[in-house]
Every structure is written in C-alpha cells, then in structure tokens.
C-alpha cells in the first residue's frame, strides 16, 4: 500500500464496497439524521432572518403578530408544495429536476446553476455568520482573524465530509441538539412568563394597523409589511435540501422524505414564528453590537431569577450554540451542492465526474468543488455577510420560483389526477409567495449586489452550455460509430466452443458502446488473423451517484452491463471463436479493471489486452476534463506489472 493510500484511509476512512446490501443500509439517512443534516441550514435561518423582518417594520412592532403568523404558514406552504417534488421525483434533483422534466431542460439549467450557487453561499454565509457569532464573544483585537477561522472551519467540513454524511453528521449532532432543546425551553418560557399580554396582542395589533392606515394610507400599510415580509426571505431558505437528496435517504425513501420535511417545518415555524413571539412580547429594541436574539434571549435568562454569572454563562451558551448551528448548516451545502452537480452531470451539463463516488461512497469531485468555491467567494467578499446575504436570498428564491411554477405547470397538464385542484391551489400558493419576494429583493436589492448574482448564474449557465454542446456533438460522433458496426452478420451461437488457457488471448477492455468493443474486435482480427484462439471481454463498471441510488438502480446497473457483455460473447460464438465475460463493479473503474487484468492473468497467461480509445482532432483542456483518460492509466499500470496492453485509437 502507497503512502497515498495510507494517508488517504487515515484522513478519510476505510473504503466502503458498494455492492454489499449491508452498506448502503449503513450509510442511508433515516428521517432524524436527515433532519440533522439537511435540516440546519433552514432552522439556523431562525438566527438572522426573523430579525431582517422585525427590524424592516422601522418601529412599527405591533405588526410583527402578521410577520410570526405569515411566517410559520409560509414555511409550511413551501414544505408542502416541496413534498409533491419528494413524490414525483423519489431519486433526488429537486428543483433541478422539477424544472428540467416539467419546464424543459433549460429551465432545469437556470435552477440547476441557481441551485449550485445557493449551496456554494450556503457554506460560505453560514460560516461567516456563525465565525461572526462566536467572535462578537471575543474582544476586538480578535477580529482581525475571523477570516483565517473561516478558512479553517471550511478545510475541516471538506474533511469530515470526505468521510461520509454519517461521519460529520454524528460529529455535528450535540450542536444541533443543543440549539433546539435551548430555544425550545427559551421561546416556551418566554411566551409563557407573558401570558398575560396575549389576549391583549391581537386587538393591539388590529388598532395599530386601523391608526397607520389613517395615517399614512393602506397602500403605504401593506407596502410596508411586504417589504418586512421579503426582507426575511433567508428565513425559507434551506427547504428545498430533502427533494434535492431523496437518493441519499433511508427506504422507503419518499415516506423518509415527508417525514424529514415534516420535522424541518415544524421546527422552523416554531423557532422563526416563536422568536418573533418573543420581540413582541419582550419589546426587545436594537441595540448595538448585539443582535435582537442576543437582546431577547439575554431578557429571558434575566426574568429565570437565576446569578448574574449563571445567567451570563447560558446566554453566552445559547449564543454560542447559534454560531454552531451556523457550522451545521454550512454542512448543507455539502450534502445538497454535489447532489445538484451530480443530476446535472447526469444530463451532460456539467463534466461527466461529477457523477462519480469516492471509496468512501460520496461524490468527491463535488464536495470539493463546493468547498474550494466557498473559498474563494468568502475571501473575494472578506466574509462580509451583508453581501453574502443578498447574493445567497436572491438565489435561493429563484430556484423556489422556477420549481414552483414547474408544479403549477405538472398539476394543470393532469387535471384528471385526484385532488388536482387543491395540489394545483398549493404550488401556485407557493409560486406566487416565492415570486413576490424574489421580485422584492432584485428591486429593492438589485444595486447592493443582485446583479452580481444574476452575472454569477449567467456565467455557470454559460459554461453549462459550451459543456452540453461539446456532450451531445461527441455522443453523436459514437453514435454514428456504432451504425456502423450494427450490421455486423451475426451467425448461430449454438455449439460454442470453451476456451483454451494454454492458447494466445486477446482481451478486450469494453464499455457501453458496442461500436467501441467491435471497432477492437475487428481490427485485431484483420491485423493478427487466426493468431488469437480466445476472446475475453471486461467490462469494470462504474458504480455512481444515481446507480447507487436504491437497489432497483443497482440492478438495473448490472442488468445492462450483462446484457453487453453477453452481446460481445455471443458475437464472438457465432463466428466460431472461444469466447468469455468478466465483470466487476466498483467506485474507482480503473483500480477494478486492473483486478479483472490480474484474474485474467492468472486463468490465460499468453493475454494481451486491448482498448479504444477516442482521439480527438483538435484536443485542449476541456476536451481532457471532460472525458476519461481511462485507457492511458490502465496502460500504465498494466506495464508496470509486466502486462502487455494495446490501446487502438477510435478518430471521431
């Protein structure tokens, strides 16, 4: 073993195998660890959205009861409507996916490059705000090194999740239960020490409105409101994290995916809705250098009669469990950015790598791309959250609005369906919520930094295309390859003759593509006739993102893969010529394909192999990147071991 491979294990754990039944069992998220996982960044939202909202009535605090009521039904509103995506798409994609199959493949790469976005900020203003909380603890000359911090946190959540989900989720876990048990207990006593003001709230609330009204006229009221309402659209966000990783949760997965989407809203309406509860009832006022949370929640601690330093020790506890939320749902965009650039990988938009998994059964190339993403964008900003907001809402709420719509548009196509009229209510709902707060926050952002957003997404779009282009002009070049060779004559297979191990073999590394198998095949033949008595096809499979999705894609995997190796065996046998199939499945193709090289070694010493491989006329970079160099790392390795290995070139 290299030392490599042994730092690597260290680091990231031992390799997981992916065909045991056992394994995906033991790495899938049951309701409760998804709701930690996917959970966080929607409920931290409870740390900073409901005070934008509070502070954007400017000192008209008797219509926060509207806010904490629009509020907790707004977040059950999109968790519902996100519920159907969980239905209609049980193997993950979410918005991604709701807009390419119900809008149309473009739509889906408009929300897919805003979904992107949305987990890169996620990590990246997560991090922020909860280095920020922990700091304001801290005296100042400790300021200047928040970003070192940031950096820091964001290099181990890479690691951790290099690990896999469960991994950093166990790691996570008292952070999370820490911050609800606290805020729970927090927001119950705090409603209940003023349970005498309640029955007052509500008819406070309407003569407040009646006297503004007078004062500066219904339309200046509901502008107002609007405005406060659209100012804590961070609140919803994080919502959408279960539809978009369904393929990661426990079977029955979309029975997990309601139950987990179940717990998020709860939760969030509770804390978002409750914290609100408590500005109004508290009367808690800004106060500089502390946050409204810091400010009610201080009000609360003092009113439980405790020591002054008792009291201080729980309120810098709560605080501090806020700032490490913020690091769990940083976590977030881990889980749910590679999910995004997997699906997308899936349709050629982004490169084909993305689909795969590390040894540990996590989408590597992903994680890391989120994680050096949310590198750079944190030290191109200097970890300023005001920007990091704006960047991060305006993201968030698009892909909402486009995967809403997607709904509306599926529920008005099937009118025949059940209950399509309430379905069809509940996504337009939720369309029209999403829409008017994304409208709210380009206009009344739009100079602050929302067109730096819309250029971000336009740029990812724009890469996405030159990718797709260069996806389908190849796929048509091999599909062109494999007319050619589909009218080979194919003669009887009966009577096949059994290899011979003493006799020269010919052994062929083959994928998907017939033509590629055939085009080796054929050209052996004509330059070597009637050398080669044995012909033995490999095939080392790739096990993916969405193969191992749930065992009937697993199955359907290894369907397809015998279905073409036996095509090639049976080629072979009606000719006359000896022929045989090995297969082999694993995360790293190439490392399998090296093992299948050493068993067939071992069974036919007089081998040599053979591979196609695509050559490209004019070949760059991209082209480098965005296809496999398989063939040129079996060959290597195959002559270090002292094994003879052909690579035949396919010009398209």
């Excluded at 790598?353 to 900003?381: P, Q």
């Excluded at 779009?461 to 990718?467: H, P």
């Excluded at 062109?480 to 009887?492: C, L, M, R, T, Y």
Aim: hydrophobic fraction near 50%.
């Amino acid at each position: 073993m290299s030392l490599y491979t042994q730092l690597r294990a260290r680091l990231v754990g031992a390799p997981l195998d992916p065909m045991n039944k056992e394994t995906r069992h033991n790495i899938a998220l049951v309701a409760f660890f998804a709701w930690v996982g996917l959970g966080a960044d929607g409920i931290s939202s409870s740390c900073y959205g409901p005070e934008q909202s509070f502070r954007a009535l400017e000192g008209h605090t008797d219509l926060g009861l509207y806010l904490a009521v629009a509020t907790a039904v707004t977040v059950f509103v999109i968790a519902l409507a996100y519920n159907q995506v969980i239905e209609l798409f049980p193997t993950g994609g979410g918005g991604y996916r709701v807009a390419t199959k119900l809008i149309g493949p473009y739509a889906g790469l408009t929300s897919g490059a805003a979904l992107v976005l949305d987990y890169v900020l996620t990590i990246a203003i997560s991090v922020a705000s909860g280095v920020d909380a922990l700091f304001s603890l801290l005296p100042l000359a400790f300021q200047e090194h928040k970003l070192a911090a940031e950096i820091g946190l964001i290099v181990l959540l890479i690691v951790l999740n290099l690990r896999g989900m469960k991994e950093v989720i166990k790691v996570l876990l008292p952070i999370f239960l820490g911050f609800i048990i606290t805020h729970a207990f927090l927001i119950i006593y705090g409603i209940g020490a003023h349970a005498a003001f309640l029955p007052k709230l509500i008819p406070e609330t309407l003569q407040e409105t009646r006297l503004l009204s007078g004062q500066l006229g219904w339309a200046h009221v509901a502008a107002l409101m609007l405005l406060a309402y659209s100012q804590g659209g961070g609140t919803y966000t994080g919502l959408e994290a279960v539809s978009n990783n369904v393929n990661v949760l426990a079977e029955p997965r979309v029975r997990t995916g309601k139950v987990t989407m179940f717990y998020m809203a709860l939760s969030l309406a509770f804390t978002a809705g409750g914290i609100i509860l408590l500005y109004l009832l508290w009367d808690a006022q800004p106060t500089a250098g502390r946050t409204l949370n810091a400010v009610v929640f201080g009000s609360v601690i003092e009113n439980l009669g405790w020591d002054p330093w008792v009291s201080r020790a729980a309120l810098w506890t709560v605080l501090a469990l806020e700032g490490g939320l913020l690091f769990v749902a940083a976590n977030t965009g881990f889980l749910g950015g590679p999910a995004v650039l997997s699906n997308m990988a899936a349709d050629s938009w982004v490169p084909h790598k993305f689909r795969y998994l590390s040894t540990r059964l996590v989408t590597e190339n992903g994680i890391l791309v989120m994680g050096l993403a949310a590198l750079g964008i944190l030290v191109w900003t200097g970890g300023s959250v005001s920007l990091l907001v704006i960047l991060y809402s305006v993201s968030v709420f698009l892909t909402f609005a486009v995967s809403l719509y997607g709904l509306c548009v599926y529920w008005w196509r099937h009118r025949e369906q059940g209950h399509w009229v309430r379905r069809l209510a509940l996504s337009t709902a939720g369309f029209l919520v999403c829409s008017v707060i994304l409208a709210m926050l380009l206009v009344e952002k739009f100079a602050d930094g929302g067109w730096l957003t819309i250029l971000i997404i336009a740029a990812i779009i724009g890469v996405c295309l030159t990718i797709r282009n260069h996806y389908n002009w190849a796929r048509e070049q091999i599909r062109k390859v494999d007319e050619i060779f589909a009218n080979q004559p194919f003669g009887s297979i009966s009577g096949a003759a059994e290899p011979d191990p003493s006799q020269p073999t010919a052994v062929f590394l083959v994928g998907s593509s017939r033509g590629g198998g055939l085009h080796a095949l054929l050209w052996v033949q004509r330059m070597f006739p009637h050398h080669f008595r044995n012909f033995i096809f490999v095939n080392a499979r790739t096990v993916d993102s969405h193969s191992y999705g749930g065992n009937e894609d697993m199955k359907l995997m290894q369907m397809e893969a015998n279905v073409a190796l036996t095509y090639f065996v049976n080629f072979c046998n009606s000719k006359g010529w000896a022929a045989k199939s090995y297969l082999a499945f694993g995360t790293d193709p190439i490392d399998e394909a090296i093992k299948l090289a050493q068993q067939v070694r071992e069974q036919f010493p007089n081998c040599i192999f053979f591979a196609s491989k695509l050559v490209f006329e004019r070949e760059n970079w991209l082209i480098r990147l965005l296809h496999n160099e398989a063939a040129l790392a079996i060959q290597r390795r195959l002559h270090l071991q002292g094994l003879q290995m052909v690579i035949l070139p396919m010009k398209i």
